[in-house]
């Protein structure tokens, strides 16, 4: 996978969730792109592209909510260290933390919030061996 695509109608707000409370470090500061504004930031495995709503334009999704990125998951070594920096920042936990009942042994422990822009965000642990 090369990256993610992020669409955001609060384009600085989102770059701050995902830089300062995420942790994501910065491959190319934002910068204009045709009628938009662009960001790209490292998630480890793949890249992050952050980009604004088409200046001007209605942030909704054309297709509607059902379609487009359910959420997004990173790989964090403890919850409790993420618990505390999103209490920092002053970020909700939408759900969690909890092991959901999916039946594996090896189910790490999670947790969601919601990103400025609407995108659901997964912390979880490793898996257990």
Request: some cysteine; hydrophobic content about 50%.
């Given at each position: 996978m090369?990256?993610?695509?992020?669409?955001?109608?609060?384009f600085d707000r989102s770059y701050w969730f995902y830089t300062e409370v995420v942790g994501l470090a910065k491959v190319r500061e934002p910068f204009p792109f045709k009628t938009r504004t662009l960001?790209?930031?490292d998630a480890g495995v793949?890249?992050?592209e952050l980009y604004s709503t088409k200046h001007g334009a209605d942030a909704a999704m054309p297709l509607g909510p059902a379609n487009g990125?359910?959420?997004?998951?990173?790989?964090?070594?403890?919850l409790d260290e993420v618990i505390a920096v999103?209490?920092?920042?002053?970020?909700?936990?939408?759900k969690g933390?909890?092991?959901?009942?999916?039946?594996?042994?090896?189910q790490p422990e999670i947790l969601f919030?919601?990103?400025?822009?609407?995108?659901?965000v997964q912390f979880r642990e490793p898996e257990r061996p």
């Open positions: 090369h990256s993610i695509a992020i669409q955001t109608d609060c960001a790209w930031l793949a890249l992050i990125i359910d959420h997004v998951a990173f790989v964090v070594e403890r999103l209490e920092v920042h002053g970020i909700a936990i939408a933390p909890l092991v959901p009942p999916s039946g594996d042994p090896r919030v919601e990103a400025p822009e609407g995108t659901e």
